[in-house]
């Protein structure tokens, strides 16, 4: 009996090795950038974004949606569209990447940006 659960211990600790290895620690990622605005109040003028992706959260550091934060889907969580209190959020994440169109319905207003990843690291280093 007793090698029969020090058998069971041993597999379920292996399984816990193997799950843990396979999920490393969420990394946080932020993008930066400039974009312009293309239609609308202020058209041609170069704006900034710079965003920070944690946990399944964006939080958007400067831009037009300063302070505001957006629960990510966990599947594809910069691919799509996410609406906010400003406007609407579409973005596209490639390797290198992240394009990002927002747009305004009142007054109208539509801005193409291009960001970069400037930092990434895992949660438990640094902030």
């Known amino acids: 009996m007793f090698s ?3 058998s ?16 490393p620690a969420l990394a946080q ?5 400039k974009g312009r605005i293309i239609s609308g109040e ?3 003028a170069s704006v900034g974004l710079k965003i920070l992706v944690k946990d399944k959260q964006l939080t958007f550091l400067s831009g037009i949606s ?6 990510l889907d ?6 799509g569209e996410i609406k906010t209190d400003m406007g609407a959020w579409r973005f596209l994440e ?20 291009l960001l970069v ?5 895992p949660n438990n280093e640094g902030n």
């Open 94 to 113: 490639s390797e290198q990447e992240l394009g990002v169109i927002w747009s305004q319905k009142e007054p109208y207003r539509l801005i193409h940006y």
């Open 4 to 6: 029969c659960k020090q």
């Open 117 to 121: 990843p400037v930092s990434e690291y």
């Open 8 to 23: 069971l211990l041993s597999l379920v600790t292996i399984s816990l090795a193997i799950s843990t290895l396979s999920f």
């Open 29 to 33: 990622k932020i993008w930066q950038g």
């Open 66 to 71: 300063q302070g505001q934060q957006i629960k």
């Open 74 to 79: 966990s599947v594809n969580p910069l691919k």
């Open 42 to 44: 202020g058209e041609g």
